[in-house]
């Protein structure tokens, strides 16, 4: 079964702190992508990286730094966690060939204080 | 850019009454459409989609979508309507620019269901 791991599903961090969010996938998918989830906006991709240590911006990296150093993990950083980053955080992966469905993580919510 | 639009924020509908939950995209050739759904604390869970062909597609849990070109639309329908299926419904296209690799998603619907 397809399964997509976030490594905690609620985090509270203070403002400034650096904050990682980490993601597996054990589906050797070649895409990884983060979003984060706000109530009346959606889904919005930050960034999405299609193989190891390949990455390209979303529609709102700005704030957020990614990882990939293995094909199944690929992790989203918080430099300097400001309160306007408090939302909820979404995995998820695809393979490569398109067009592809992605299947989803549970979803990490993050509260800055 | 693609786009995709849910007009509906919350829907609320009887148990056992059917239902149809709209999605309006924006995209010049033949789309790739989506929908997800999500249980409240869960993540996305994929519905149904549809790549080509028959423009009726039958989903998990008896939902079904319609494909329709000259309306620029995808809505998803069920007949009859339990109290499991509250949750946030997501619709989606894939985006041309990036070789459909990546998604755009609408704000999603919210479903209330009564008893």
């Known amino acids: 079964d397809v399964k997509v791991t976030q490594s905690s599903r609620y985090l509270v961090k203070r403002t400034g702190e650096k904050v990682f969010l980490e993601c597996v996938q054990d589906?050797?998918?070649?895409?990884m992508f983060w979003y984060r989830q706000d109530p009346g906006l959606g889904l919005r991709l930050i960034y999405f990286?299609?193989?190891?240590?390949?990455?390209e911006k979303g529609d709102i990296p700005e704030g957020y730094s990614v990882s990939r150093e293995k094909k199944e993990r690929f992790s989203l950083i918080l430099e300097s966690a400001s309160t306007n980053q408090t939302s909820m955080y979404l995995c998820?992966?695809?393979?490569?060939?398109?067009?592809?469905?992605?299947?989803f993580g549970p979803g990490t919510r993050l509260t800055v204080t | 850019a693609q786009s995709v639009t849910q007009p509906d924020i919350h829907i609320t509908v009887s148990e056992g009454a059917s239902l149809e939950l709209r999605c309006n995209y924006s995209y010049g050739a033949t789309p790739y459409l989506f929908w997800y759904v999500q249980s409240p604390g869960q993540g996305l869970q994929l519905l149904l989609k549809y790549f080509s062909g028959d423009t009726l597609v039958q989903g998990n849990k008896g939902f079904e979508a319609e494909f329709k070109r000259s309306q620029s639309s995808f809505n998803l329908r069920k007949p009859s309507v339990h109290w499991s299926d509250a949750a946030e419904y997501f619709c989606a296209v894939g985006a041309k620019n990036t070789g459909f690799q990546k998604l755009v998603f609408g704000t999603g619907t919210r479903l209330l269901v009564s008893p």
């Open positions: 990286s299609y193989d190891v240590k390949m990455k």
């Open positions: 589906m050797d998918h070649e895409n």
């Open positions: 998820a992966s695809s393979l490569a060939r398109s067009p592809r469905e992605q299947y």
